[in-house]
């Protein structure tokens, strides 16, 4: 499973992680449930033909912006998703064929939709299934089409250039004003 994955498993107390023991499945399902309720923003992609080495250059990656990918088998994904109350449309059995990751980030919504879309562009691997981005629902092209925009942080800074500009002019304005009506006032004062 990896480091995001052993580390998830681990806490579990797990010791072998390609096989997972019948008794230790609902334990791992209570867990991923919990992790899952805990996040507003996590995706499903398909990583078919991701190898090894690729997956964990992209856990790697997904860690540095506070993320983590989880390879998990799609019936335990199911029960977790549905103890969570996911919506139909992730749980179906549509959504969850094939080799399924669930990639979990706590914080930006957005930084690790970009790095998991500069990732599949430089190797074509993994593909968006479909998301929750803070609270809400995302299918593929929504997902891809979020990837693209910028950072949360980056997002607000504009928004706070964009908002703060009229009123940096506004107080020019005002301060060239009251420069005037000093000068006039001190002239008229001076000239009697």
Known sequence: MGTSGAFFIGALGIKDKTKMKKSEKPLFVENLTAEIKSTNSFVLV??????????????????????????????LL??????????????????????????????????????????????????????????????????MKLSKLPSKDILFSQTIGVISSPLYGLIATLQGNLQKLYFILSQSKGGE
Do not use: C, W, Y
């Open 78 to 143: 199911k029960r977790a998703g549905k103890e969570a109350k996911l919506p139909e449309e992730i749980v179906s059995d549509h959504i969850l064929s094939g080799p399924t990751a669930i990639i979990i980030s706590p914080d930006d919504p957005i930084s690790f939709l970009q790095v998991l879309a500069k990732f599949a562009q430089e190797f074509e691997i993994p593909q968006f299934k479909v998301g929750v981005i803070e609270g809400n629902l995302q299918d593929k092209e929504s997902l």
């Open 46 to 75: 398909d990583f078919v033909g991701l190898g090894v080495k690729h997956q964990q250059d992209l856990k790697k990656r997904l860690k540095t912006v506070g993320a983590k990918m989880l390879i998990v088998k799609n019936t």
